[in-house]
């Protein structure tokens, strides 16, 4: 059977609350589900966390009156699992209730599901209708499809620049110790809130250095992210900040390789310092997304290698006039949005 218009009204409601899950799943993808009986939503739910109970099964306890649940239709905006991970499959769960009609977003990427559930769900008898904003479906879990389809981190490119197109001023030419504010205050949190979003964030060796950031989440609730850094020619040292075992911690090296509390080194030749060897090695960690922060030199590197699926470019409204130069996008933004004197510049790689 076709879809109807109100399947994507329901399905825009399983989108709607998926999304809720974002930061909180980590490897797993963001779904929600609805229940509907005559026009009606009886249940709902989402998946919260990882490790937790899936969207389905969610929204199927919440139904106040199980006998409904043969006489529904349940809509998930991702294929319902065929496997045993943590949870039992939830397309066997479907067809033992006897939901006779199923309405999914979009196809699983997983290996170990893609399109296995929709055959068990079938087996019993239902009817399945895919493919209902399945653009958007597969648009929210893009980490998760980009992961599984290409093998590789979904990869996030981010840095504020001046107006006139600078990332930061020549530190050893004016002598601060700190690096000077692009942006204001909302714009960092947003930054914290974004950072909460993805399994890692990655610095340059010489952002490391000069800036002695945390790469954590402080101004959002969250979880922090995998610390990613280069550390080729063994420049990085004990009392930098990254090194305080806060947080997992990646440094990729050529020489020293012993890991220890929550720093993990990972050896490299040198030859091999380069944007693919880093996302396979991250991919080999089950990290699903890299959040990149910087500075010009790791950014421009991932642009040559045309490894990037985002970037979200802030400009503040000061002048340097000299320093280090902002990489460049050679394309248009997606979108573009200004907030208390900071502009926001979206851009999308190919067909994200
Ligand atoms: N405004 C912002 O959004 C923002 C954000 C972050 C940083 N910054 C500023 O950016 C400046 C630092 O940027 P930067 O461009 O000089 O340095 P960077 O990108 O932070 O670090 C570059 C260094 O990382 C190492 N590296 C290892 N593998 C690499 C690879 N594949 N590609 C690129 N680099 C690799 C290299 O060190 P080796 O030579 O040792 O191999 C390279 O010289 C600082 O002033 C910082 O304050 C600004």
């Given at each position: 059977m076709t879809p109807s218009a109100r399947d994507e009204v329901y399905m825009q409601r399983c989108l709607e609350l998926a999304r809720k899950g974002l930061g909180l799943t980590r490897q797993n993808p963001l779904v929600g589900s609805v229940l509907v009986y005559n026009d009606r939503i009886i249940g709902e739910g989402y998946h919260h966390e990882y490790g937790g109970p899936h969207a389905e099964v969610i929204a199927i306890r919440s139904v106040a009156d199980p006998s409904?649940?043969?006489?529904?239709?349940?809509?998930?905006?991702?294929?319902?699992?065929?496997?045993?991970?943590?949870?039992?499959?939830?397309?066997?769960?479907?067809?033992?209730?006897?939901?006779?009609?199923?309405?999914?977003?979009?196809?699983?990427?997983?290996?170990?599901?893609?399109?296995?559930?929709?055959?068990?769900?079938?087996?019993?008898?239902?009817?399945?209708?895919?493919?209902?904003?399945?653009?958007?479906?597969?648009?929210?879990?893009?980490?998760?499809?980009?992961?599984?389809?290409?093998?590789?981190?979904?990869?996030?490119?981010?840095?504020?620049?001046?107006?006139?197109?600078?990332?930061?001023?020549?530190?050893?030419?004016?002598?601060?110790?700190?690096?000077?504010?692009?942006?204001?205050?909302?714009?960092?949190?947003?930054?914290?809130?974004?950072?909460?979003?993805?399994?890692?964030?990655?610095?340059?060796?010489?952002?490391?250095?000069?800036?002695?950031?945390?790469?954590?989440?402080?101004?959002?609730?969250?979880?922090?992210?995998?610390?990613?850094?280069?550390?080729?020619?063994?420049?990085?040292f004990e009392e930098l900040k990254i090194m305080d075992d806060s947080s997992p911690t990646i440094i990729f090296a050529t020489g020293k390789t012993i890991s220890s509390g929550k720093r993990e080194y990972i050896r490299l030749p040198a030859e091999n310092f380069d944007i693919p060897v880093f996302l396979e090695e991250l991919y080999k960690r089950n990290i699903l997304s890299v959040f990149v922060e910087g500075g010009a030199k790791l950014i421009e590197s991932f642009i040559i290698s045309g490894l990037w699926d985002e970037t979200y470019v802030f400009s503040g409204n000061k002048k340097f006039i000299s320093g280090v130069k902002a990489p460049a996008i050679n394309s248009e933004p997606i979108e573009k949005f200004e907030f208390r004197g900071s502009g926001l510049r979206i851009y999308h790689n190919r067909d994200l």
């Open positions: 409904l649940l043969k006489k529904s239709t349940l809509y998930v905006n991702l294929e319902p699992c065929a496997h045993y991970g943590k949870t039992p499959p939830c397309s066997l769960m479907i067809k033992d209730i006897g939901i006779p009609r199923i309405v999914i977003g979009c196809e699983d990427a997983n290996p170990e599901v893609s399109g296995k559930g929709i055959t068990i769900i079938k087996s019993g008898g239902a009817e399945v209708v895919t493919g209902v904003l399945e653009r958007e479906s597969r648009f929210l879990n893009r980490r998760f499809f980009t992961f599984h389809e290409k093998k590789r981190p979904f990869v996030i490119l981010k840095w504020a620049e001046t107006l006139d197109g600078f990332i930061d001023r020549n530190r050893d030419e004016c002598g601060e110790a700190s690096p000077s504010w692009i942006t204001n205050h909302t714009a960092r949190m947003l930054v914290h809130k974004w950072r909460s979003e993805e399994i890692s964030i990655m610095a340059g060796t010489d952002t490391v250095l000069l800036d002695n950031p945390e790469l954590n989440v402080r101004e959002w609730p969250g979880i922090n992210p995998v610390r990613v850094v280069p550390d080729k020619n063994g420049r990085l």
